[in-house]
């Protein structure tokens, strides 16, 4: 083979260079554009727990939904991740709520498309996020999402507790309808696991934890959980944070209780209902009273944990969400003496319960804390909630108990840096 010369040689090694110059200019360009891509925050959200539910096939569900944060343009997130079955949505619309309960206001209408396609198979543990629709939203709008489930779910994967009514159809696809005749109601949440709004700039606080955090024992269908509080007042100070509530009832941090749904665990579901949700800045964490109670109320005498094993379980979600630049406030547990449940307190438990929140209050894994024992606590027992904050079962706030909790965050403290 002959060999090139000297000349020959930088002549084609310029031409080799003038050859990738486009390239790399193009190259830049891309990263440029990058800059102009569509800001995506949460605003609301709804965990999925564990297949619970009834079988549903060829029914339209409507779903109204509260948002914490406007944008310019609106996605759902469905999820299928505790599915067992492909989830089959033939058909998806969103608009705003008409004047009756499970109606929309058709003027409003816009039916949704997954990846240019107006129906979309979602395999079990898997999500799936629609095509953007230009909306322009405020905080506190309420939406009305309509699938059309078109094929048999096998038991849905729903989030029980959704203190919302939730109407379900039996004729088919009725997703434009303004109103579905035959219609029942539920208050889970079904497939419907997220919305997120275009908002350049903002951020999104994610609620982490249990019962208390998902509402149980406040007003269905009022909004009066204690982070709808918070984005009451989010809203009202014209700030630039969605929130999104990712409390499951009965949840804990180290165990599963599959036969309740009240899973999957915290440590199990963290990276799909934190990490995942787009714009997250802080998440505000409290779980564990449940790892105490639990073992006693269901006879699981086997999965009694040490509050050192609960803080460790915490630690790990802080480590977690730090390594994605995630901020962690932690929230200490509330008082539950003399509960209804029964097995469910005990000495010994609040003596655990004691010491996670004195881990709570002085740790230096955390970012801050919210104190939310300090807020609700008898003076004269401090094991008992407040007679004004009790829902009744000794366990759960009322609506003035949880607008207590609400109005008491620092807004300061959840927008530091």
């Not at 029914?59 to 997130?77: D, K, P, Y």
């Not at 629609?130 to 489930?149: H, K, M, N």
């Not at 419907?192 to 951020?203: H, K, T």
């Amino acid at each position: 083979m002959k060999r090139l010369g000297l000349a020959a040689s930088q002549t084609a090694i310029a031409f080799v260079l003038l050859s990738i110059a486009p390239l790399a200019v193009h190259c830049a360009a891309s990263a440029q554009d990058t800059s102009a891509a569509p800001h995506w925050v949460g605003s609301w959200g709804a965990s999925p727990a564990f297949p619970n539910g009834p079988e549903i096939t060829n029914r339209t569900i409507r779903q109204v939904v509260r948002l914490s944060l406007g944008g310019h343009a609106v996605r759902i997130r469905l999820s299928n991740e505790m599915g067992t079955s492909p989830l089959v949505i033939g058909a998806a619309h969103i608009a705003r709520p008409g004047a009756t309960v499970g109606s929309i206001d058709p003027s409003t209408d816009q039916a949704l498309t997954f990846a240019g396609q107006t129906s979309v198979t979602i395999p079990p543990g898997a999500p799936v996020l629609s095509d953007p629709v230009t909306l322009e939203t405020a905080a506190l709008d309420r939406l009305t999402v309509s699938l059309y489930i078109a094929r048999d779910t096998g038991p849905a994967a729903t989030h029980p507790l959704g203190q919302a009514t939730t109407t379900l159809s039996d004729a088919g696809d009725q997703t434009a309808l303004a109103t579905l005749p035959n219609a029942t109601t539920s208050t889970a949440r079904f497939f419907l696991s997220g919305i997120e709004v275009e908002a350049p700039g903002a951020g999104t606080i994610v609620t982490f934890g249990d019962s208390i955090t998902d509402g149980y024992g406040s007003t269905a269908d009022a909004d009066h959980r204690w982070p709808d509080v918070l984005a009451d007042r989010i809203a009202a100070g014209k700030r630039s944070l969605g929130i999104v509530n990712a409390g499951i009832s009965g949840n804990r941090v180290l165990h599963d209780l599959p036969e309740a749904a009240f899973g999957p665990s915290a440590l199990a579901r963290f990276d799909r209902d934190v990490l995942s949700v787009p714009g997250v800045k802080t998440v505000i964490v409290m779980e564990s009273i449940n790892d105490i109670g639990h073992p006693g109320s269901a006879g699981l005498a086997e999965q009694a944990v040490a509050p050192e094993e609960i803080t460790a379980g915490l630690r790990q979600l802080a480590d977690r969400a730090h390594a994605h630049g995630i901020r962690v406030l932690g929230a200490t547990l509330t008082p539950y003496g003399d509960t209804v449940f029964p097995g469910y307190y005990s000495a010994e438990g609040e003596t655990k319960r004691q010491a996670v929140n004195q881990w709570i209050r002085t740790t230096k894994t955390l970012d801050g804390v919210i104190d939310f024992d300090a807020l609700l606590r008898d003076p004269a027992r401090p094991d008992h909630l407040i007679a004004d904050y009790d829902f009744g079962d000794h366990l759960h706030p009322n609506d003035a108990g949880y607008r207590r909790m609400g109005d008491a965050i620092d807004l300061a403290t959840i927008e530091a840096h």
